[in-house]
C-alpha cells in the first residue's frame, strides 16, 4: 500500500466545512483512496473511496488531485458527533483479492461548537 | 448496507485462560475477514488475514500460536487469544468485506480484552 501523510490534528467549527488533507505521492494507478474514521472506542467507519474522479456519498465528498498525488475529504456541514480520527489510506487490492488495511496515525478532528 | 458483527464487545479474564473472540458478516458472505489489533492511543495494525477454507495469514511478529484463527464459514471468523497475558490487552477489530474489487472494508465495533 501506497504511505499516505495527514496532518496530525484540525479543528473546525460545528456548521462549517471540514476539509480534510491527504497526501498519497507514491500511489501507483490501480490503487484506491479510502477514507474511514474512527471514533473513540469503536471500530473504524467506512466513509468514501474513489481512483481519480471526484465522488460524492451521503456522508461526504472526495476530491483526488489530478496526478493522485493528494486528496481532501470534505464533510459539508460538520456536526460535533463527527469529532473523530479520520484515515486515509491508499491501496487494498493486489492480484487476486483484498489485503489487509494499512492504517497511519490519521487526523484528528475535533468539530467545535 | 454491509454490517459486520463482533462478540463479544467487551471481556476480562484472568491470566492464563484463552478467549475466543467471534465476527460475522451478517448480510454478506466474506471470502476474506481480517483482524486488527489496537492498544490504546495507537493506530490499528494488522494482525492476521482469515481465509475461508484454508489457513489464516499471519503478519510479521503475530505469533499464530497465540492467536487462533478459524473461518470455517463464509461469515464467521474466529479469534481465539490462547494463554492471555497482561501484554494481549488491547482492542482487537475485524473487518470483511463484499466479494468484488474495491469493495470497501467494513469493520466489527471491537472487543476490548483485558486479561488480569
Known amino acids: 500500500d501506497a504511505k499516505t501523510t495527514q496532518p496530525p490534528s484540525m479543528d473546525c467549527a460545528e456548521g462549517r466545512a471540514a476539509n480534510l488533507p491527504c497526501n498519497h505521492s507514491t500511489i501507483s494507478g490501480n490503487e484506491y483512496v479510502y477514507w474511514y474514521r474512527q471514533i473513540h472506542s469503536q471500530g473504524p467507519q467506512y466513509i468514501i473511496h474513489?481512483?481519480?474522479n471526484n465522488e460524492t456519498n451521503e456522508m461526504a465528498s472526495l476530491i483526488i488531485t489530478e496526478d493522485r498525488k493528494s486528496s481532501t475529504l470534505i464533510l459539508p456541514h460538520a456536526t460535533l458527533r463527527d469529532t473523530a480520527v479520520y484515515y486515509c489510506?491508499?491501496?487494498?487490492?493486489?492480484?487476486?483479492?483484498?489485503?489487509?488495511?494499512?492504517f497511519g496515525k490519521g487526523t484528528h478532528l475535533i468539530i467545535q461548537p | 448496507g454491509a454490517v459486520v458483527s463482533q462478540h463479544p464487545s467487551w471481556v476480562i479474564c484472568k491470566s492464563g485462560t484463552s478467549v475466543k473472540i467471534e465476527c460475522r458478516s451478517l448480510?454478506?458472505?466474506?471470502?476474506?475477514m481480517f483482524w486488527y489489533r489496537q492498544f490504546p492511543k495507537q493506530s490499528l495494525m494488522l494482525m492476521a488475514t482469515s481465509n475461508e477454507g484454508s489457513k489464516a495469514t499471519y503478519e510479521q511478529g503475530v505469533e499464530k500460536d497465540k492467536f487462533l484463527i478459524n473461518h470455517a464459514s463464509l461469515t464467521l471468523s474466529t479469534l481465539t487469544v490462547t494463554s492471555a497475558h497482561p501484554e494481549d490487552s488491547s482492542f482487537y477489530i475485524c473487518s470483511a468485506n463484499r466479494a468484488g474489487y474495491y469493495q470497501p472494508q467494513h469493520f466489527g465495533d471491537g472487543t476490548r480484552l483485558s486479561i488480569l
Open positions: 474513489g481512483l481519480k
Open positions: 448480510d454478506f458472505q466474506a471470502t476474506t
Open positions: 489510506i491508499a491501496g487494498m487490492y493486489s492480484g487476486g483479492g483484498a489485503d489487509g488495511l494499512t
